[in-house]
C-alpha cells in the first residue's frame, strides 16, 4: 500500500475493527473473531503504522492492552502495568526473537528462559499485604481494572493468607474453568433451559464477574499463579523460576507444567511436547509462554508500548478453522425441540474431521448473518462439540435468508414457540418418530441405563419397522426381532438381547435419569435417588419435599410432579414393571436427628471433600445451604475460607471449625 491516504483510510478501518473485536472479548466475553484473525488485523496495522509513523496515534489499539473495564464494578488502578504479549506462530518466529535479544542486548552466552502453558483464561491481580489478600482485580486496560476481590475470594486455589511475614506482594495469575467443570455447568444449564457459554473461558469469565459472589463460588473456577512481585529482597529472588518456586512454597497454585530452559532449541521442544499433549489437560491451553528468566536481563530489555521484549506467546496451530455451509439442516430431540445443524464442506480440526457444527437455535442463526454457502469459522467447543464462530465471508450470490420452518421436518406437525425459551417444539411428543428414537437413544445411553451396542443406526430401525415406540418395547423385543434388522447375525442378535435383559436391574439413580425428566440430569437424578430411596416414594413426593432438597429449585419440582401426573408416563412405568424393570431401592444411610433444624453452610478447604461433610450433615438430620443468612446456624469453616466467612461474621453466624463440627454430630 504505497498510496498515504489510502494507508490512513486502511488504519481507520483496522482500528475500528481491533476495537470493536477488543471490547467482544475483554468486556462482553463473546468474541466473534478468531484469536488468529485478530492478531493478523494486529500485525496488519503494526506494519502500517511502521511504515507510516505519523499515522500512529496514542490512543492506537497497538498501543493499549486489553479494554477500557467495564462500569460493573469499581474501578481500581494498578500499583504497576499489566503489559500484554507478542504473538509468535511459528518456531522460525521464536528463533528470530532469541537471537534478536541475544545480538540487541550483546549476549555472548544464551539465556536460559522458563516456558510455562497459556492459559486460556482470565487475567487477574492480587495484592498481599502484612500477608493477608486485601484485593483483587481484573487487568482491564492494563492501568485501570475492576475490583472483583469478594469474587476472587471464593476460589480455593487463592490462599487468603501467606506462610511467611511479608509486607506486600502482588500476584498476577489467570482464571479459569476446568473443561470438566465447564461440561458440568452447561448440562446444568441445559437442563433449566439457560444460557449455554461458548467455551470455558467465556463461562470463567461470565463467573468472575457476577455481581453475586455465591453465584461465582458454584462455578468451581480455579487459577494458576505466574508472576509475584515483592518489595522486600529477604528473599533473594534473582529470576522468574525462583519467583515461581516461592510462589508455590507460599500456597499458590503455579502450574506443574513448566520447565526451565537452557536455550531456544529446549523451548521449541517444549512447546511441540505440549502441541500434541494439551488434549488430555483439564484445561484449555492455546500456546505457551517463554520468558527470559534472569530477572536482571529482564529490567535490561524493558517493554515496548504493549509488551515485555523479555517474553513472547507461541501460538499453537488454530483450533478453529474456515469451511463453507453447504446446507442447514433442522434436527428434532427427545423433548421436542427443533435445533439447526450447519452441514460443513469437510475440515479436519482438533484430531477429527468435522462434517456437522451446531446452531443451536434460530435465533443464533440471525445473530450470527448464517446462510447457505457463506464461509464461516469454526471450532471444538471445550474441544468436544463443534461450533459455528462467525462468518468470514457471505456467498455472493445469497438467496433469500434461512428461515425457521413451521412444520416439523419428522412428523409434519406444526411447531409451536414456549414461553421464555428461544427453540421451537414439536408437540407431537407420542407420535414423532424423531422423537421417539430420541427417547430411546436416551434410554440406553452410558449415563442412563447403559446398554452397550445399542446403537443409535440399531434404536433407528426399531422405531421405523415401529417394533419399539417406548422404552418399555425394549425389553419385549424378541431374538427374532432382532435378526430382521440390516446387518444383524444371529450371534450380534443374541448378544444384544441378553444385554438388554441384563440392564433390567439399573440403580434408582440411573432409572431416574433414564425416563428423561425435563430439566432432571445425573446429577439431579442422583440427588432424587438419595433423599427418596425408592421409586414409588419418589412418584409420591409433595412438592415440598422435593424442593426441600438443596440444589433443586420451582422449576425442577414442578417438571417432577408433571412427569410423575401424566398417563402416558404412568403407563410406561406400568409396563416397564410388568416386563421386569425394576430399579434397585437406594441404601437407607443410617443417621441420627443430632443436627435436626440446623442449617449449614460450608467454606474454606476440609479435610475431605464439601460433599463428604454434607452427606455427614444429611445422615444426621441437619440441611446444607449455598449461601449465608440470618437463618443460617453454623458456618462449616476450613482452611482459606470465601466471602461466605467474612459475611457470617458480618450477621453474627455462629462459625465453626472441622473439630467443632465433629464434636456436634458425637464423633
Known sequence: MDN????????????????????????????????????????????????????????????????????????????????????????????QWYERLKKNYGLENPPALVCELKIDGLAVSLIYENSKFILGATRGDGVIGENITNNLRTIKTIPDKLKNQISELEVRGEVFMPKTAFEKLNEKQREQNGKLFANPRNAAAGSLRQLDASVTESRELSMFSYYGRLDSKEFNIESHSQMLDFLKSEGFNVNPAYKKCSNIEEAIEYCKYWDTKRSELDYATDGVVIKIDSFLLQSEMGYTARAPRWATAFKFPPEEMSTIVKNIEVNVGRSGAVTPVAILDPVYISGSTVQRATLHNFDEIKRLNINIGDRVLIKKAAEIIPKVIC???????????????????????????????????????????????????????????????????IVAQLVDREIVKTPADLYKVTVDDLLTLDLIAEKSAQNLYSVIQASKNPSLARFINSLGIRHVGKETSELLASRFVSLDALKNAAFEDILDIEGIGDKIALSILDFFSNSYNNEVLKELDEYGVKPRNSEIVSGSDKLKGLTFVITGTLSDTRDKFAGLIKQNGGKVSSSVSKKTSYVLAGENPGSKYDKAQSLGVKIINENEFRQLIGE
Open 4 to 95: 498515504q491516504n489510502e494507508a490512513r483510510q486502511r488504519v481507520e478501518e483496522l482500528s475500528v475493527l481491533l476495537r470493536k473485536y477488543s471490547k467482544e472479548y475483554y468486556e462482553l466475553d463473546a468474541p466473534t473473531v478468531s484469536d488468529i484473525e485478530y492478531d493478523r488485523l494486529f500485525k496488519e496495522l503494526q506494519e502500517l503504522e511502521a511504515k507510516y509513523p505519523e499515522l500512529k496515534t496514542s490512543d492506537s489499539p497497538t498501543q493499549k492492552v486489553g479494554s477500557s473495564s467495564e462500569r460493573k464494578f469499581t474501578q481500581i488502578k494498578h500499583k504497576s502495568r499489566l503489559y500484554s504479549l507478542d504473538n509468535t506462530y511459528s518456531y522460525e518466529d521464536l528463533v
Open 391 to 457: 462468518v468470514t465471508e457471505h456467498a455472493q450470490h445469497k438467496e433469500s435468508s434461512f428461515a425457521p420452518p413451521e412444520f416439523c421436518p419428522s412428523c409434519g406437525t406444526k411447531l409451536v414457540e414456549t414461553e421464555g425459551e428461544v427453540n421451537l417444539y414439536c408437540p407431537n411428543h407420542l407420535g414423532c418418530p424423531e422423537q421417539i428414537k430420541g427417547r430411546i437413544e436416551y434410554w440406553v445411553s452410558k449415563d442412563c441405563m447403559d446398554i452397550d451396542g445399542l446403537g443409535d443406526n
